[in-house]
């Protein structure tokens, strides 16, 4: 099965329901949205998203993307990650923008910005290894 729809996204990864992940079109650009739920607070006195929240909806977002680009029918895995906080994610709607930065015959580098109203919040780099299936 092609992962050609969060249904089918969910099914591999069931994380993805427990986000809240969703999809969208911004400017004729494809876009993955997660909206604050209590279940994803950091710091609850000044309601901003937890950390890992943040990283996991980035890696999520860069292997979906990575999948589809690829046409997988799995998702892959992040063999190593880089993940930079450059301010809080208050309490909203945060939009992935996920990139695909090079795609080499070991190694795929996928790049991910999060924001929140339009101000970036973090940037992610997720590398992951090239299946030896692929042609």
């Known amino acids: ?6 249904s089918s996204l969910e099914k591999l990864a069931p994380y993805a329901h427990f986000l809240g992940l969703r999809e969208g079109e ?3 650009e494809h876009r993955y949205f997660l909206d604050f739920k209590e279940e994803h607070v950091g710091n609850p006195l000044i309601r ?3 950390g890992g929240i943040l990283a996991s909806f980035g890696e999520l977002v860069a292997a979906l993307h990575l999948a589809r680009y690829r046409g997988d029918t799995t998702l892959p895995e992040c063999a190593t990650l880089t993940f930079d906080y450059l301010r809080p994610a208050f309490a909203g709607t945060l939009m992935a ?3 695909i930065v090079r795609a080499g015959r070991r190694i795929t580098t996928v790049s991910v910005q999060l924001r929140h109203e339009g101000k970036l919040v973090c940037i992610g ?6 299946s030896e299936q692929m042609p």
């Open 48 to 50: 901003t998203f937890h």
């Open 125 to 130: 780099r997720f590398l992951f290894p090239v």
């Open 97 to 99: 923008i996920p990139n």
């Open 1 to 6: 099965m092609k992962i050609d729809s969060l």
């Open 26 to 28: 911004v400017d004729g």
